[in-house]
């Protein structure tokens, strides 16, 4: 059985600064791996993904995440929030891309401070 | 990527109706699924949809309650049955191509 971790409900950073959202996850074979955004109000968008390749992953928003085998972690990172940023965050990993359903962890809802 | 409607995008509903949630894609998906989003909470997935078989349901989901039908390949429907208030979420439907999901912008149910 596959599931995620997210490491704080919560997240609080001022307006320029790095933003760092954990993400681990436990798969019995290869995962695929996702980071999707939710403003309010709103549906989930695809922010990157992970499949095979290059750890390094570049998304959308200058969002980024490295996938770290060793450490079953999948976290997101960006060099500098804008106050667009604030939103929930979910990871979510599957086991066969998009032919199987999704598991999400619950969720980290980024503040981003004036 | 696949743009994904869902009708309605709201409603409030009484305890013991039933409501039906339709999903419709673009263009041509096999693979179709659908979550649900409590208040506060993350996304579990309710069940799969595959056109031209049973709907494969998660631990937790039983066909009684959420009877899902996909006549086609490009729409699916999500029926809450006998509603209680602890079916207000909201119900998102998503379609899976090769390597990702999108999901369309979710229906937001509450019962009273």
């Known amino acids: 059985a596959?599931?995620?971790t997210q490491?704080?409900?919560?997240?609080?950073?001022?307006?320029?600064a790095l933003v760092l959202l954990r993400c681990n996850y436990s798969s019995s074979v290869p995962p695929y791996l996702f980071w999707y955004v939710q403003y309010p109000n709103q549906g989930l968008q695809l922010l990157l993904k992970y499949t095979t390749g290059a750890t390094l992953v570049k998304g959308i928003n200058g969002f980024e995440a490295e996938f770290k085998k060793s450490e079953t972690s999948f976290h997101l990172t960006k060099p500098s929030a804008h106050m667009s940023d604030a939103a929930e965050y979910f990871c979510a990993v599957s086991e066969g891309g998009g032919a199987?359903?999704?598991?999400?962890?619950?969720?980290?809802?980024?503040?981003?401070q004036p | 990527?696949?743009?994904?409607?869902?009708?309605?995008?709201?409603?409030?509903?009484?305890?013991?109706?039933?409501?039906?949630?339709?999903?419709?894609?673009?263009?041509?998906?096999?693979?179709m699924f659908w979550y649900r989003q409590?208040?506060?909470?993350?996304?579990t997935?309710?069940?799969?949809?595959?056109?031209?078989?049973?709907?494969?349901?998660e631990s937790g989901f039983v066909i009684d309650k959420f009877p899902i039908s996909r006549p086609n390949l490009t729409f699916s429907t999500l029926t809450v049955s006998n509603m209680s208030p602890e079916d207000s979420s909201i119900y998102?439907?998503?379609?899976?191509?090769?390597?990702?999901?999108?999901?369309?912008?979710?229906?937001?149910?509450t019962v009273t």
């Open chain 1, 100 to 112: 199987d359903g999704l598991t999400f962890g619950k969720g980290t809802h980024l503040i981003i």
């Open chain 2, 92 to 109: 998102l439907c998503s379609v899976g191509e090769t390597s990702e999901q999108y999901f369309g912008p979710g229906t937001r149910l």
């Open chain 2, 1 to 31: 990527s696949a743009v994904i409607s869902q009708k309605p995008s709201r409603d409030i509903c009484q305890r013991g109706t039933s409501l039906t949630i339709q999903c419709q894609v673009d263009s041509q998906v096999t693979m």
């Open chain 2, 38 to 43: 409590q208040p506060g909470q993350s996304l």
């Open chain 2, 45 to 57: 997935l309710i069940a799969t949809a595959n056109q031209g078989s049973e709907a494969t349901y």
């Open chain 1, 2 to 4: 596959q599931s995620v």
């Open chain 1, 7 to 16: 490491l704080g409900s919560h997240v609080s950073v001022s307006e320029g």
